[in-house]
């Protein structure tokens, strides 16, 4: 009979030493801001990969250090109030952030067919980081149409590469697939405190920051013990 219980899994990393591990991440991603004012366009979701390093300070706590690098981009015709616009931005986002994770429980399953268990643990995060972006917009209407829809020229003052802070946060859900092998899947939200993300503020809404997304999966490999 197959079973499912939620455990302390007190053995999960005690017994077998298993509290530091190396692994790689691949995503999807996505943006709202400007050019995507009240919702995410799933036309516009583009990918990225990151590699992180995770210790397991205890049962319940994970430190996690990761850096990603993903594409971002956004489209006027994907908005239907703001088509007429015909703005369109594209940019590459290089990451590196520090991260606390929370457990909330794990769950253990052993098929009675395989003398392996497998450990499930959904788990919190939130963290501190830096994002670098460099946005390239690029209105492509009509010229004689240009100064009548847009308030400033582009690209816009301050829109040049730049460093953004970020606090990533979200939700995941982690498996023990083997002695050594993780394998997981993460929702990561990013406030950008900043409207310049996609390179537009004064041609769309000054007063509201852009935010950026990842979805994805991550395989990881626990290497033993720091002490």
């Known amino acids: 009979m197959l079973f499912l219980s939620i ?3 007190e053995a999960q ?3 077998s030493e298993k509290n530091l591990e190396f692994g790689v991440s691949f995503f ?19 990918a990225g990969l990151g590699a ?11 430190a996690r250090g990761q850096v990603i690098i993903g594409r971002l981009a956004g489209d006027d015709k994907n908005y239907t109030p703001n088509a007429g616009r015909q703005l369109r931005f594209n940019t590459t986002v290089l990451e590196g952030a ?13 098929p009675v067919v395989s003398n392996i268990t497998y450990y499930f643990s959904p788990y919190l995060f939130a ?5 670098r972006v460099n946005a390239q917009v690029t209105y492509y209407g009509p010229e004689n149409e240009r100064d009548r829809l847009l308030k ?4 816009e003052p301050g829109s040049s590469a730049r460093m953004l802070l970020v606090t990533p946060f979200g939700f995941g859900l982690r498996m023990i697939a ?7 899947m993460e929702l990561g939200l990013r406030p950008g405190y900043n409207d310049l993300l996609d390179g537009v503020s004064q041609n769309g809404n000054p007063e509201e920051n852009d935010w950026y997304y990842t979805l994805g999966v991550s395989f990881s490999y626990f290497v033993g013990r720091l002490w």
Do not use: C, W
Not at 52 to 62: D, E, G, K, S, V
Not at 102 to 108: D, E, P, Q, R, V
């Open 28 to 46: 999807a991603t996505n943006y709202s801001g400007d050019i995507a004012p009240d919702h995410i366009s799933t036309t516009q979701t583009q």
């Open 98 to 110: 520090a991260l606390l994770e929370g457990s909330l429980a794990t769950f253990k399953y052993e």
């Open 127 to 131: 963290g501190l980081g830096a994002a």
């Open 52 to 62: 992180f390093m995770r210790l397991h300070l205890n049962n319940y706590f994970q």
């Open 7 to 9: 455990q302390r899994a």
């Open 13 to 15: 990393f005690n017994e």
């Open 178 to 184: 083997s002695e050594r092998v993780g394998l997981g």
């Open 152 to 155: 400033v020229s582009i690209p």
